[in-house]
């Protein structure tokens, strides 16, 4: 392969919090134990070629004044959208920079809603959906989603009609593909959900970061494509960011096709005088959004693909009493410890703790509403993939 995939990248020292921070309170590495990062969600890969080409071209100006975004920016995005996922007629006027998708979900709430108004969610939930609308004082409503009898997660319909109806809720957070449970929905699926929606007259605030992430064999279906009034009833955020490693530049982009939704959004987000882009990360989305960056996305999807592979294999054949769905995208896993913790007489922090005693570091579930569940990031090389579950059988599930 022409980009290095099999490396595990050192980041002592770089400021990163996935090998500078222990996630569980209490918790640390046994001597004799590597530290393996597999718990917040960034990547220990390298980043394409082209980024860092694109930012050491720009930083060679000694210049950071202030700046414009240009017509390369709008073009990158506009084919990068057309070629991926088959979106026609997106243009420069729909497209708006947000402070991460995470800002951009924040301005979106603030101009559809007022604190105390209920807002509907998936659950189980990412976390910092969760940390947003409390800070911001709104009410979150859970619609759970379920396994079927082939342990597929699903969307209850019925569920989301009822609790939409009952709590008068016009906003809807949707993530697609799903973090964390990493359902990519089918096209059926959305329409079913905008369907559901369209008959509440609810505004749809679509989380799509993760959209360049599907695993082979699965396909991303922007909500806004499945029917016109999708289109004109979705805030749709996108970034670089979760598929090339450049969540530290900060940074993503609305597309949002409604006249009267934009204008709003954009004055929104105009208020406090912030949110704005910065010069290096408008180059970095320019060199992600290229040819190189493309075939280092389709070499990057082949290996966790196999990561993905290699590990649900492990967990069904090797940890009892530990399920979980096959993920379709992301690169997480979301793991359901129950019959094993009640097997062993252990508490979910008692399991947490032991694999962060081996050097596994993953992440505590509850706070994303998994009850006895870990979340864990297999974007790292292979074979660390297999130490690290190697550790974690002889160590913690099967000491």
Same mark, same amino acid.
């Given at each position: 392969m022409p980009f290095d995939f099999t490396t595990m990248l050192s980041r002592d020292g770089q400021d990163a919090i996935?090998?500078? $921070?222990?996630?569980?309170?209490?918790?640390?590495?046994?001597?004799?134990? %590597?530290r393996i990062p597999m718990w917040v969600a960034d990547m220990n890969f390298a980043t394409a070629p082209s980024i860092t080409d694109a930012l050491l071209a720009r930083a060679s100006h000694p210049a950071f004044g202030y700046f414009s975004p240009h017509q390369d920016f709008y073009d990158a995005i506009v084919n990068w959208q057309r070629t991926r996922n088959g *979106?026609?007629? #997106?243009?420069? =006027?729909?497209?708006? /920079?947000?402070?991460g998708v995470l800002g951009g979900a924040a301005t979106a709430?603030?101009? #559809?809603? %007022?604190?105390?108004?209920?807002?509907?969610?998936? %659950?189980?939930t990412y976390i910092g959906f969760t940390h947003v609308l409390e800070n911001y004082g709104y009410r979150i409503v859970l619609s759970p989603l379920y396994q079927?009898?082939?342990?597929?997660?699903?969307?209850? /319909?019925?569920d989301m009609d009822r609790k939409l109806k009952e709590n008068h809720i016009h906003a809807a957070i949707f993530c697609t593909p799903h973090n964390p449970c990493g359902r990519v929905w089918t096209r059926e699926e959305v329409e079913q959900a905008m369907e559901v929606y369209r008959k509440n007259d609810v505004t749809v605030i679509s989380d799509e970061i993760w959209s360049d992430l599907v695993l082979?064999?699965?396909?991303?279906?922007?909500?806004q494509s499945v029917s016109e009034d999708a289109r004109?009833?979705?805030?749709?955020? /996108?970034?670089? %960011? =979760?598929t090339f490693n450049l969540a530290g530049l900060v940074g993503s982009y609305h597309i949002i096709y409604n006249d009267r939704l934009r204008d709003r959004v954009d004055k929104e987000a105009s208020l406090c005088h912030y949110n704005e882009m910065n010069v290096l990360w408008m180059h970095a989305l320019i060199g992600a959004y290229s040819g190189t960056g493309a075939a280092w996305l389709d070499e990057l999807r082949q290996v966790l693909g196999t990561n993905v592979w290699y590990a649900v294999k492990f967990?069904? +054949?090797?940890?009892?009493? *530990? +399920?979980l769905a096959w993920p379709e995208g992301t690169y997480m896993l979301?793991?359901?410890? $129950?019959?094993?913790?009640?097997?062993?007489?252990? $508490?979910?922090?008692?399991?947490?703790k032991a694999g962060i005693r081996v050097g596994v570091i993953w992440q505590d579930g509850r706070p994303f509403h998994g009850a006895c569940s870990i979340r864990m990031n297999l974007a790292v090389p292979t074979q660390v993939v297999k130490d690290a579950f190697a550790r974690l059988d002889q160590y913690v599930f099967n000491a």
């Open positions: 996935a090998v500078e $921070t222990i996630p569980v309170p209490g918790a640390a590495i046994d001597p004799g134990f %590597s *979106v026609e007629g #997106l243009e420069a =006027k729909h497209i708006g /920079y947000e402070n709430l603030r101009v #559809l809603c %007022s604190a105390g108004d209920a807002i509907l969610l998936h %659950s189980p079927d009898e082939d342990g597929v997660w699903r969307m209850d /319909y019925a082979p064999g699965h396909k991303h279906i922007p909500t004109q009833r979705t805030i749709a955020l /996108y970034a670089p %960011s =979760k967990i069904r +054949s090797h940890f009892q009493g *530990v +399920s979301f793991l359901d410890c $129950t019959g094993w913790c009640e097997a062993h007489g252990k $508490t979910l922090d008692d399991l947490l």
